[in-house]
């Protein structure tokens, strides 16, 4: 039996989900959400809810909304306290700038960087989706998305996804993804406070036409987009997701995860804060929030505010997703991010895939059997023994001892002989090594596949370039 890491850190006490919950369900029935789409607006109307189509606005009778609860209960019960921890999953992040972090250069992202990201991802194994690392700039920017995701179903060997710019090439990058039998989606996510974008939600009635699923997600924050408080920013952060979750509901009869990926200001500068200590928190109540409701949950943990991948990086990014893991929240924020989204960089993206696979080695546990103890070998090698040699070392090395091809174990002067290097000179090495062919890849997919692929991508060029 493997002796799992258990989750039970907590942040919020039975009685302080329920003051969330009920605050929530007061704001959508006084206030509501603005949903500015007459569909949609129609479609909620008809399952109960209050619609003001003057103003576009939805309020959400409390019996509805709690109705809605009763459902996803249904489908995942409550967890029990002390379960084993999920792993961290994580995915990449899409960035408009691409930073070069060894020569501290940043520009605008490249349909080469796309390529470079497709290769390198498919090497690190703690990304299960392979997905564009930047908005390549050589290329019309409505099509960006189109272009990209061909990229990405042609050579990844790996599934993957992107953020889709509008409903028209939503509807190519579905064909592509049909063509493949590949599940696809829709990140629907809130304009806090309390609104979606138009464009978003026409996207949306197109994924739920096509079959696809629709994620939720609520980036409100602290002292800017919502209340300064922690306890606020839930508050409507959990308004907002029970609002989406309502409406992904009434078109595609599923419910997403509880995607809380709330922020807080720094209020020197109001940019948005990624590694604030505030992140930690956040992860651990979307966690209790999440299971209040039946839900899994995402958080944006596990990133940081440092430009450089320093000490900064490495205390924000690993404490604030432990804390989240902990308490039962798998899904943190996406990786490879220089600062709070000031680019895409492949030394943070190995660097990122690295600290998850040490953490992720933890999260495993040990097993406890007779094999393991190793009673009979500590036995017969009494009191002078060297277990190095041992058949039950090489048996069982690769599973009790975590290795790492980035970070050092080793003397002073090992170190100092390889010239003192530092972490990013060996990443860069690293890296180097991982993208040496990328130029070359061979598609992932047969032949009469990527003839597919280009005929939908030639249709969606054709289509795309007379929008302005």
């Given at each position: 039996m493997m002796g799992k890491v258990l989750a039970a850190v907590q942040v919020l006490t039975e009685n302080e989900i329920e003051q969330i919950h009920s605050g929530a369900l007061r704001i959508l029935k006084e206030t509501g959400i603005k949903v500015p789409n007459q569909e949609i607006l129609k479609i909620c109307q008809k399952a109960g809810a209050r619609v003001d189509e003057q103003l576009q606005i939805v309020r959400f009778p409390v019996e509805i909304i709690e109705e809605l609860v009763g459902l996803m209960r249904k489908e995942r019960p409550r967890r029990k306290l002390m379960e084993p921890v999920k792993k961290v999953y994580a995915n990449i992040s899409t960035q408009t700038f691409f930073v070069d972090k060894k020569n501290h250069i940043r520009r605008y992202g490249l349909?080469?960087?796309?390529?470079k990201g497709i290769y390198l991802v498919d090497q690190l194994e703690s990304y299960q989706k392979n997905n564009p690392i930047v908005v390549p700039s050589d290329v019309p920017y409505n099509q960006s998305d189109v272009i990209s995701m061909h990229k990405i179903l042609t050579y990844a060997k790996k599934e993957g996804k992107t953020y889709i710019l509008s409903p028209t090439s939503a509807k190519y990058i579905y064909r592509m993804m049909k063509t493949l039998g590949r599940r696809f989606g829709y990140y629907l996510n809130t304009i806090s406070p309390l609104q979606y974008a138009a464009n978003s939600l026409e996207i949306a009635l197109v994924t739920a036409r096509e079959g696809g699923d629709i994620s939720v997600g609520s980036m409100v924050m602290s002292g800017s987009t919502g209340p300064v408080t922690i306890a606020g920013t839930l508050v409507l952060s959990c308004a907002e997701i029970l609002?989406?979750?309502?409406?992904?509901?009434?078109?595609?009869?599923?419910?997403?995860?509880?995607?809380?990926?709330?922020?807080?200001?720094?209020?020197?500068?109001?940019?948005c804060s990624f590694g604030s200590p505030n992140q930690g928190i956040f992860a651990v109540a979307t966690a209790q929030l999440a299971d209040f409701y039946g839900l899994d949950s995402r958080s944006n943990s596990g990133l940081s505010d440092a430009i450089y991948?320093?000490?900064?990086?490495?205390?924000?990014?690993?404490?604030t997703a432990l804390f989240g893991v902990l308490a039962?929240?798998?899904?943190?924020?996406?990786?490879?991010?220089?600062g709070a989204d000031q680019g895409i960089s492949l030394e943070q993206l190995v660097l990122d895939n690295e600290w998850i696979r040490a953490v992720?080695?933890?999260?495993?546990?040990?097993?406890?059997?007779?094999?393991?103890?190793?009673?009979?070998?500590i036995i017969d090698a009494g009191h002078e023994a060297n277990y190095i040699y041992q058949e039950h070392t090489v048996?069982?090395?690769?599973?009790?001892?975590?290795?790492?091809?980035?970070?050092?174990?080793?003397p002073y002067e090992v170190w100092e002989s390889k010239g003192c290097r530092d972490l990013c000179d060996k990443v860069d090495e690293f890296i180097q090594s991982k993208l040496e062919g990328y130029k070359n890849m061979e598609p992932?997919?047969?032949?009469?596949?990527?003839?597919?692929?280009?005929?939908i991508l030639n249709e969606a060029i054709e289509e795309l370039s007379k929008v302005n």
């Open positions: 349909m080469d960087d796309v390529l609002a989406s979750q309502f409406i992904v509901y009434q078109l595609t009869g599923k419910f997403a995860e509880f995607g809380s990926i709330c922020h807080s200001v720094n209020p020197s500068n109001m940019m991948p320093d000490f900064q990086a490495g205390v924000e990014k690993v404490s039962g929240c798998g899904g943190i924020g996406a990786m490879g991010i220089s992720n080695y933890m999260l495993n546990g040990f097993e406890v059997n007779e094999e393991t103890l190793a009673i009979k070998e048996q069982h090395l690769r599973e009790s001892i975590y290795f790492s091809p980035i970070f050092d174990r080793i992932a997919i047969e032949e009469n596949y990527c003839r597919q692929l280009d005929d």
